[in-house]
């Protein structure tokens, strides 16, 4: 199931002190294509913080972002993230990171795509003003 039909779903009832949560199972966020080998994962407010995130080597492939959800009440947040290689069956392996945030919201960051796009972006702009 996608997140954003997950998140459709009625929540209903106020937290209180000490309430358990309901955690979802792994939603599907969206797909990577042709991820690089480092992934930065991390608050986007301070991605030149190495305390605000973590990155993570991975063999280089197409990816599928999920994450699982949890409750309380009416009071609904991302509990865990995972990156899973197209193809492959989900298995424990050792936690990769741990990630803050103080904007409500995670980056996660292909560092070569993003050096592509700015190259490639670099070179348009360039192309439009020069000719």
């Given at each position: 199931m996608r997140i954003d039909q997950f998140l459709q779903r009625e929540f209903a009832g106020s937290p209180t002190k000490g309430m358990p949560g309901a955690e979802s199972g792994w939603?599907?966020?969206c797909f990577l294509p042709g991820a690089g080998q480092k992934v930065y994962f991390g608050d986007p407010l301070h991605t030149l913080r190495p305390v605000s995130g973590f990155k993570v080597?991975?063999?280089k492939g197409d990816y599928g972002l999920q994450a699982k959800v949890i409750?309380?009440?009416h009071d609904i947040r991302v509990s865990r993230l995972r990156l899973l290689r197209n193809g492959?069956?989900?298995r424990l392996s050792r936690k990769a990171g741990?990630?803050?945030t103080d904007s409500?919201?995670?980056l996660i960051l292909d560092h070569q795509a993003l050096a592509r796009r700015i190259r490639t972006e670099a070179e348009?702009?360039?192309n439009r003003v020069i000719h």
């Amino acid at each position: 199931m996608r997140i954003d039909q997950f998140l459709q779903r009625e929540f209903a009832g106020s937290p209180t002190k000490g309430m358990p949560g309901a955690e979802s199972g792994w939603l599907d966020i969206c797909f990577l294509p042709g991820a690089g080998q480092k992934v930065y994962f991390g608050d986007p407010l301070h991605t030149l913080r190495p305390v605000s995130g973590f990155k993570v080597r991975l063999p280089k492939g197409d990816y599928g972002l999920q994450a699982k959800v949890i409750a309380y009440g009416h009071d609904i947040r991302v509990s865990r993230l995972r990156l899973l290689r197209n193809g492959a069956m989900p298995r424990l392996s050792r936690k990769a990171g741990e990630v803050r945030t103080d904007s409500a919201t995670i980056l996660i960051l292909d560092h070569q795509a993003l050096a592509r796009r700015i190259r490639t972006e670099a070179e348009e702009f360039k192309n439009r003003v020069i000719h």
